[in-house]
């Protein structure tokens, strides 16, 4: 068996032995909804006569049409439900597979193709059950932060922020793939390591941006300008950009919604290189906090909002820890 297919059935845990027809009958779906099932776990379409599923696929279906008959997900939550956990499971595959290609490259004598079977059965076990841990501790910080209390429409108090590293496309120019691969990797670690300090959780990172929030507003401005420093303090990355804004957001499958998900984009895209920009709802908010410095200034004419009025966020005289 070639060295490519013997290492996705190791990967897959089982042989390919089905079609997507196959599967789908097994499964008691109809075509369509296995196909629309298919496009949102974000696999390229095949054709009905390739051979390409295994046992495990028959199951994982069938547990998806089950959870619909028995309502606990309707046809379209399930979709939405499958493209959010694939988008995150994509990313994550690329980083395994990053590692592992990293790992096999950085071995002086090389590795034969024997030994890269015996080295993905090896650690597939052991990142399968580190993933599962981490999938449960989340799950049980997120029970306890959102589902006690949580409204029925999925809305909540947050303040949204943007970080944006300035310039990023005209750095790519000037860097390798190595120093960009790296500049990216700092990126992710300081930004991660801060706001996990400062009670914020990380949405999503796209690049040059990270999209954050916090329950509290003053965490979330003590975060913006923890970041600041941070980058400051590591020479291989640029400047950041931060937009703050504060209200109502829609909460849905781990993405943030809505006008003040709108408004820290914008302020971000407005902010001067190493600034903080926040709206009028952060601003008020810390009006009389001392470990902040808030200053008005001009009105934004932005895509959306002819009058934005932004407000320069600043450590304050005496900026003391957030309690």
């Known amino acids: 068996m070639p060295l490519a297919a013997a290492l996705e059935e190791i990967v897959l845990g089982a042989p390919r032995r089905y079609t997507r027809p196959e599967v789908i009958e097994r499964a008691s779906l109809d075509l369509e909804e296995g196909r629309r099932l298919w496009r949102s776990l974000g696999f390229p379409e095949v054709g009905d006569s390739d051979v390409l599923f295994t046992e495990r696929d028959i199951e994982a279906a069938r547990l998806m049409s089950q959870l619909t008959e028995v309502g606990i997900l309707a046809p379209d939550v399930r979709e939405a439900v499958a493209r959010a956990v694939a988008q995150a499971m994509s ?138 420093d941070r980058v400051r303090a590591e020479p291989s990355l640029p400047a950041l950009r931060i937009g703050l804004a504060a209200g109502d957001v829609l909460v849905r499958f781990g993405d943030v919604y809505g006008e003040v998900v709108n408004i820290a984009a914008r302020l971000t895209t407005h902010a001067r290189p190493d600034s903080v920009l926040v709206d009028r709802a952060v601003a008020t908010a810390l009006a009389d906090d001392p470990r902040f410095q808030i200053r008005q200034l001009r009105p934004l004419n932005v895509r959306g909002y002819r009058h934005l009025q932004p407000f320069l966020l600043r450590r304050g005289e005496h900026p003391g820890s957030p309690t």
């Open 91 to 228: 990313r994550l595959a690329e980083w395994q597979v990053g590692m592992l290609t990293q790992l096999v490259a950085d071995q002086a004598d090389g590795v034969s193709p024997q030994q890269s079977l015996e080295l993905a059965s090896a650690i597939l076990p052991t990142l399968e059950t580190l993933q599962t841990y981490i999938w449960r501790r989340h799950l049980a910080a997120t029970v306890s932060r959102v589902v006690v209390g949580r409204d029925a429409d999925d809305t909540w108090p947050l303040t949204v922020g943007f970080a944006d590293m300035v310039g990023f496309t005209r750095t790519t120019r000037r860097r390798s793939t190595t120093e960009l691969s790296e500049m990216i990797e700092r990126f992710g670690s300081s930004t991660t390591d801060v706001i996990a300090e400062g009670r914020g959780r990380i949405i999503k990172t796209v690049g040059d941006e990270v999209l954050f929030v916090a329950d509290d507003i003053a965490d979330a401005a003590a975060i913006a300008l923890a970041l600041q």
